[in-house]
C-alpha cells in the first residue's frame, strides 16, 4: 500500500518561511521522480517542483528562487523549502511521486495535502 504523507503546513505572514515535508511509503523511494503541486480555491491544480531520483530539479517560474525542493533517500521523505512567501502562494500543497512501488508497479500517488495560508 502507497501512501504520501505531507506536513509542516500553516499561517505564516508575507515574507516568512515554511518547510513542507512529505514522508512516502509502500514505494521504491530513491526510484521515484517526487514533485509538490499546489491548488489555490477555484482554481486548476498546478505543478510546483519537482525532484528525480537523480537529484535533478525543476520549478515553476512563479517559485523559482523562492522554493528548493530536496529529498533524503534514507528517510523516504521529500521537502520543499519555501521563503519569501507571497499571499499568492495560498494553496493546498499535494505531494506526489511517480515511480516503482514495492509492489513491482509503476505508479502515479498524491498524498491528501497540507494547507498554507500566506496572510497578515
Known amino acids: 500500500q502507497v501512501q504520501l504523507v505531507e506536513s509542516g503546513g500553516g499561517l505564516v505572514q508575507p515574507g516568512g518561511s515554511l518547510r513542507l515535508s512529505c514522508t512516502a511509503s509502500g514505494i521504491i523511494f530513491s526510484g521515484n521522480t517526487m514533485g509538490w503541486y499546489r491548488q489555490a480555491p477555484g482554481k486548476l491544480r498546478e505543478w510546483v517542483a519537482a525532484?528525480?531520483?537523480?537529484?535533478?530539479?525543476n520549478y515553476a517560474d512563479s517559485v523559482k528562487d523562492r522554493f528548493t525542493i530536496s529529498r533524503d533517500n534514507l528517510k523516504n521523505t521529500v521537502y520543499l523549502r519555501m521563503n519569501t512567501l507571497k499571499p499568492e502562494d495560498t494553496a493546498v500543497y499535494y505531494c506526489?511521486?511517480?515511480?516503482?512501488?514495492?509492489?513491482?508497479?509503476?505508479?502515479?500517488?498524491w498524498g491528501q495535502g497540507t494547507q498554507v495560508t500566506v496572510a497578515s
Open positions: 506526489n511521486a511517480k515511480g516503482p512501488t514495492l509492489g513491482g508497479r509503476w505508479g502515479d500517488y
Open positions: 525532484i528525480r531520483s537523480g537529484g535533478n530539479t
